[in-house]
């Protein structure tokens, strides 16, 4: 009897978590992160108390909306037992420790690999190339940094329930509920969108994961090029290096590729809540610039509960933004800088080539996806801006004209989207900004190689100098 009640109660407080509609449209990133050890639900927050019989109703209290708000429940604590969602979720945990745990090796790995290499370079440095050889190590480093961040970041949300488990949750109470009766449900309108991300997200994770798997299990003498700078400063027929390079690059691919994907899936779900509040504003503002007694202040109530549902997902992306942003930019313009000091080279080859075509696209995706997620949550944030200013105040009460400033206010005062770390909205003017800012590093990287190659330059290049074990790409 016992355990029926406690298959009864772990299925009823389940369901509120999986029956939620973000956290079932985002199941498949959802899945893809598990895989690659970045996601689990912290126990406390799902753990229930089999001896527990009642739950309290919470109601909504804001329910201007012509659709039933839905039902929450406050759970009594009384005691605590193990169930099998907490089973699950506790070896979700160890997995993704597990997946820590390689994805550290793989980064000692390339560490070790660094002081092996790194000081004959510095010894023999005299060129351009000579720096291109460093800023491929310098890029390196900072791949692998952006990898071991992105897994801290995220497994320190999943621990802590008021992070992605608050997220979810928060998302049937704080989500705009439509006025118009033929608005479809949320889970239908947005699956298209969702296939679609989740198609790029396997597409780009195949080539990623292959880009060293490939080289690393392969001796063909196409890949010969790649394999040397794979294990540079190490023996490619040691299995133990090998083991590590290829268990660990799949736990760091999952981990690098999937989360960008999860943040713009979020980020386009909350677009699609503003969206629907601007219309639903739209329609219930009458040509003469009219609109019904109370309809301002339940607009504003429902755009600030979802401008609070934006400030906590920025809570949990704000860092992720920021250094996926900052390591993709620089990634990108080293890439540049170090295919146009080899670009006489005849030795890389076809396999080479293909490499670098793939990791340069996937370096302009990251950034690329975060600000175009940024602008367009932004954009639509501040879209009811212009039909308020429609709004014919001298036909208002006095308390509405105080409330339809007041939401003005809210959308003129302050910058509501997602952050880079609270250091700047991520907006228009942030991708323009960091445009210009690449723009100006790129053109200072190829003074350097001017400099460098010049016969006047103190450094110059006295011979050529070829040497087997030099990379020119990055992993």
Not at 170 to 199: G, H, M, Q
Not at 436 to 463: E, H, K, W
Request: overall charge positive; charged content about 15%; glycine content about 6%.
């Amino acid at each position: 009897m016992l355990a029926e009640q406690e298959d009864d109660i772990e299925l009823t407080m389940c369901q509120r978590l999986r029956q939620n509609p973000l956290f079932r449209v985002c199941m498949p990133f959802l899945l893809l992160m598990r895989i690659g050890g970045a996601f689990f639900m912290p126990v406390h927050a799902i753990l229930k108390n089999p001896h527990q019989s009642l739950l309290e109703h919470d109601p909504q209290p804001l329910s201007c909306s012509l659709e039933a708000p839905p039902t929450t429940f406050k759970q009594k604590k009384i005691a605590r037992v193990r169930t099998r969602m907490e089973k699950f979720e506790l070896t979700s945990k160890v997995y993704c420790l597990f997946s820590f745990f390689w994805v550290l090796a793989y980064t000692g790995r390339y560490v070790w690999s660094l002081f092996y290499t790194l000081p004959n370079q510095l010894a023999n440095f005299n060129s351009g190339r000579d720096l291109a050889h460093l800023l491929t190590k310098i890029a390196n480093g900072v791949w692998f940094v952006n990898v071991l961040v992105v897994h801290v970041i995220f497994l320190r949300a999943c621990s802590d329930k008021s992070k992605f488990f608050n997220l979810f949750m928060k998302w049937e109470k704080w989500r705009y509920i439509s006025r118009n009766k033929n608005c479809t449900a949320f889970a239908d309108r947005f699956l298209p969108r969702r296939n679609v991300v989740t198609a790029f997200a396997v597409i780009v994770l195949i080539p990623q994961l292959l880009s060293v798997w490939l080289p690393a299990l392969y001796n063909g003498p196409e890949l010969g090029t790649l394999k040397g700078i794979l294990f540079d400063g190490f023996d490619p027929d040691n299995r133990m290096v090998v083991g590590i390079t290829v268990i660990g690059h799949f736990f760091a691919s999952f981990v690098y590729i999937v989360p960008v994907f999860l943040f713009a899936l979020i980020g386009l779900a909350v677009e699609g809540e503003y969206l629907r509040l601007n219309h639903d504003l739209y329609l219930n503002l009458g040509a003469d610039g009219v609109i019904a007694p109370g309809y301002i202040e339940c607009f504003r109530q429902k755009h600030g509960k979802l401008c609070d549902f934006l400030e906590l997902a920025d809570s949990i992306f704000a860092l992720f933004c920021l250094i996926t942003i900052g390591a993709g930019v620089f990634e990108i313009f080293s890439l540049v800088f170090i295919v146009c000091a080899f670009g006489n080279d005849d030795t890389r080859g076809v396999a080479m080539t293909f490499a670098q075509i793939f990791w340069f696209m996937v370096y302009i995706m990251q950034p690329w996806v975060v600000l175009w997620t940024g602008v367009r949550v932004n954009d639509a944030a501040h879209l009811p801006l212009s039909k308020l200013y429609r709004i014919d105040q001298a036909k208002l009460p006095a308390q509405e004209t105080l409330q339809l400033h007041s939401f003005i206010g809210r959308l003129t005062g302050s910058r509501l989207g997602f952050t880079a770390w609270r250091m700047f909205t991520i907006d228009a003017t942030a991708l323009l900004s960091l445009l210009g800012l690449y723009v100006t590093y790129q053109l200072l990287l190829f003074q350097v190689q001017i400099d460098l190659t010049s016969p006047d330059s103190p450094v110059a290049l006295v011979g050529h100098r070829t040497d087997a074990n030099v990379t020119y790409t990055l992993l």
